[in-house]
């Protein structure tokens, strides 16, 4: 058997099943019926020469040649939705930048970072919000360029992910300055019995915080715990009470002297990454960006940019 013996319209329905895990579901996203969908993966495994699946009661399991052609699939039509996108724009000289970025991310250090190509009339941006489980799956899939993060994340067999160290900054203690303008605070000592808002739960600083609290015995009183720092930024803004954020939350805040930073502390940074897959088209202008050593992002402490494995 050559390559141009390979029915690909019969892997891609492979593909989908073998993603979605069910017959019947896969037929519907595939607006075709569960018994066309059966006959061609099965002309697709005589061709092959191997079954790729097997029967479990109602499940369809892969078989050990499924997984291998299953590994080869999610290549071939994940380069295909690469492809699409790079293609997207190009009649009008335009480059598709597509960039992902975890929901409990500051979005001014999104825009910060971005801010070289908003004045690039040749760049086409697009940008997501997420979980970082859903941006991973997207960028394996080629559907993203790029992930933004504030935490590493572990690099698979079938998942290989390069991580760029872009920077980090401590993490500040900040309140109104009516209130706060020319007072300090040590953090995370002075903290006992005060009025805080905090990033939440999800959020990669709150274990740090929450840590550094106890082995000092001191026990913050809790206001508001937000995931979101666009709503963290209006609660320190807003509330009257303190707040532990990245400074770069509230940039704007800090430069008009509507906050102040009363406190910060070393022992608590946010660092941030971008995530990338090893075999996706190189594009040049990414490229620049994530290798540019310089501060874009307003934060205090830069290194250079570096490609590493995800730990």
Known sequence: MDIGQLNFHHLHYFWRVAKVGHLTRAAQELHTSQSALSTQIRQLEDRLGEALFEREGRRLVLTGAGQLVLSYAENIFGLGQEMLGRLQGRSEGMIRLRVGSVATLSRNYQENWIRPLLADPSVMLTLES????????????????????????????????????????????????????????????????????????????????DALCISAGVKPRLRAEVDDMAMLRLIARDSGWLTVLPEVVVQDELRSGILVRVGQSEQLRESFYAITTPHRHRVERLEHLLTDSQDRSSISTVHSAATTPCA
């Not at 993060?149 to 160290?165: G, I, K, M, Q, Y």
């Not at 401590?170 to 706060?180: D, E, H, K, M, R």
């Not at 953090?187 to 739960?201: F, Q, S, Y």
């Open 130 to 209: 997420g979980m970082l489980k859903d941006l991973l799956e997207r960028l394996v899939q080629h559907r993203l360029d790029t992930v933004l993060a504030n935490e590493t994340v572990p690099s698979e067999t079938d998942r290989p992910l390069h991580c760029r160290f872009l920077g980090s900054q401590a993490i500040s203690l900040v309140g109104p300055a009516s209130v706060w303008k020319g007072r300090a605070l040590r953090v995370p000592d002075d903290l006992d019995g005060k009025e805080l808002a905090l990033p939440g739960p999800r959020h990669t600083l709150r274990a740090q915080f």
